[in-house]
């Protein structure tokens, strides 16, 4: 766990973007063994949203990048950097974040991706804190975008029906002295859980797609991730129970109901919308904050903490005064 330091910034604007084809829950019966009352019982999802032919993550990113930069006021040449968080870019190189680099017009902007798993754009928002806080940038653009669409297994149906396309996004800014500002941050990983969620081949000679051992990830995460929520909260000198607002990951509702109750937190204080979107992994944390801004959750004042879980295994968390 670490303080921040330096400068501190805030959050000056919020945006997402959901591609346009919706895929219910009813719309999977069709073409697997499954069933609604399964999938919503076991993850709490009833539809998700999926790119159109043509659509790559990058035009996700572009299009949430776009309405956070409006929230915040702030145009395109005044940002110094661009951080995307993604495990589903369309290429490995070039990167997302330089790809809506131009298509802004952000000219002065640098630009990188991170993969993180589903922790991949909180790290990102981490980056970019730090990044203000030691005075290298002033204005940053963090966005989370997902196109699984292309690499997710569709006769899979222990991972297609959980996953969705999407993006979200925000804007950091200097912040004044006194003004709201990240408080505290912790990341840890455990590599030796790698195989459990990967971009990899089922089988040798077998192109690869979205692979994921299902009940290992939700036993590892609903082991590791209440300790981990209890010491960061302990380690930032606060109590679970003085967070105003929790931005989660949203991967299955069954994973969020059970962290919660071993913490002792109510899920009263966060905004859930796996039910609409399903698990957009990198997307889905900046989607939840871009939701929780606009339904006016996140109030002048309040404590916020993000947490964020996946492929790695890794874990974020990070405490914000809004
Ligand atoms: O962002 C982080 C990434 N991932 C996650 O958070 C996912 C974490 N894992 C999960 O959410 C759950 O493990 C799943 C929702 C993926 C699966 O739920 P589960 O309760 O762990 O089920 P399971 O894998 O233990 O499988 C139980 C049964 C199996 O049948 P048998 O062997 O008992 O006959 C599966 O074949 O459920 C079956 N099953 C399904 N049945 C209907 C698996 N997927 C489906 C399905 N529809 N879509």
């Known amino acids: 766990m670490s303080y921040f330091s330096g400068r501190s910034s805030k959050i000056a604007g919020t945006g997402k973007y959901l591609p346009g084809r919706v895929m219910t829950n009813f719309d999977f019966e069709k073409i697997l063994d499954t069933n609604d009352e399964w999938i919503v019982e076991r993850t709490g ?9 043509g659509q790559q993550c990058s035009d996700l990113a572009y299009f ?26 369309e290429s490995m190189f070039p990167s997302v974040a330089s790809k809506i680099q131009d298509r802004l ?16 754009s909180l790290s990102a928002m ?13 204005n940053v653009l963090v966005v989370g975008a997902e196109a699984f669409g292309e690499i997710l297994d569709w006769s899979d149906r222990g991972t297609c029906i959980l996953m969705g396309d999407g993006a979200g996004a925000c804007v950091l800014t200097v912040s004044d002295e006194d003004g709201p500002c990240f408080v505290s941050s912790k990341f840890i990983s455990d590599g030796s859980k790698h195989d459990i969620l990967a ?26 991730l209440p ?26 509702t069954r994973i969020i109901d059970s962290v919660f109750k071993r913490v002792g937190i109510s899920t009263e204080r966060t905004l859930l919308n796996l039910e609409r979107y399903g698990n957009t992994s990198a997307a889905s944390i900046m989607i939840a904050l871009d939701e929780s801004m606009k339904a006016g959750l996140i109030k002048s004042g309040q404590r916020i903490c993000f947490i964020a879980f996946g492929a790695g295994m890794t874990i974020g968390g990070m405490l914000y005064e809004a």
């Open 64 to 89: 949430a990048a776009l309405e956070a930069l409006k929230d915040a006021k702030i145009s395109a040449s005044e940002i110094d950097m661009i951080l995307v968080g993604t495990n589903s870019p």
């Open 199 to 224: 971009y990899a081949s089922a089988r040798e000679g077998e192109p690869k797609t979205f692979q994921m051992k299902g009940h290992e990830v939700f036993k590892y995460v609903n082991k590791e």
């Open 45 to 53: 999802i009833k539809k998700r949203h999926f790119v159109e032919k």
């Open 105 to 120: 017009g952000a000219k002065r902007a640098g630009a990188m991706d991170i993969h993180a798993g589903c922790t991949a």
């Open 227 to 252: 300790p981990f929520i209890s010491s960061f909260c302990e380690q930032s000198g606060i109590l679970p129970e003085q967070v105003d607002l929790w931005v989660l990951h949203q991967a299955n």
């Open 126 to 138: 981490a980056v970019g804190v730090s990044g203000i806080a030691s005075g290298m940038w002033n």
